[in-house]
């Protein structure tokens, strides 16, 4: 994660994490440990967000002078990160193939390829592909 990104609503950022991760190392690791094994109590309260509006100029007015902004627990943040890195190797087995969007080496062309083999196949029903 960015050091020093918008913090959540704990007011924490990355680089503090950073800064004194020998110290709280073993909590990091307590809690991620009871978020794997689904055995935790109050968590919810990570899944909560702070939406706020960040001014574009000192002089906002209007609401299109503002900017949004989604402010999300660090641990939060930190979880989701461990998850999606140890999910991304695997998803090509858990993914259907004609669902590969966002499949690190997968092709957009997979499932138009699907549309227009249909006519081919001699397919009992009507069907309409429109060639890419």
Do not use: M
């Amino acid at each position: 994660l960015p050091a020093r990104k918008a913090p959540g609503p704990d007011g924490f950022i990355a680089e503090f994490v950073r800064a004194c991760w020998g110290t709280i190392r073993q909590d990091f690791l307590d809690v991620f440990q009871q978020l794997f094994e689904l055995r935790s109590r109050g968590f919810y309260k990570l899944n909560q967000a702070l939406l706020t509006l960040i001014p574009k100029r000192a002089d906002a007015n209007e609401l299109r002078d503002y900017r949004p902004i989604c402010l999300i627990h660090l641990v939060a943040k930190i979880f989701a990160k461990v998850i999606s890195l140890r999910l991304a190797p695997r998803l090509g087995g858990l993914v259907s193939p004609n669902q590969n969007a966002f499949i690190p080496a997968a092709s957009a062309q997979g499932p138009a390829d699907y549309a227009q083999i249909g006519p081919h196949t001699g397919l009992r029903f009507p069907i309409v592909a429109i060639p890419l």
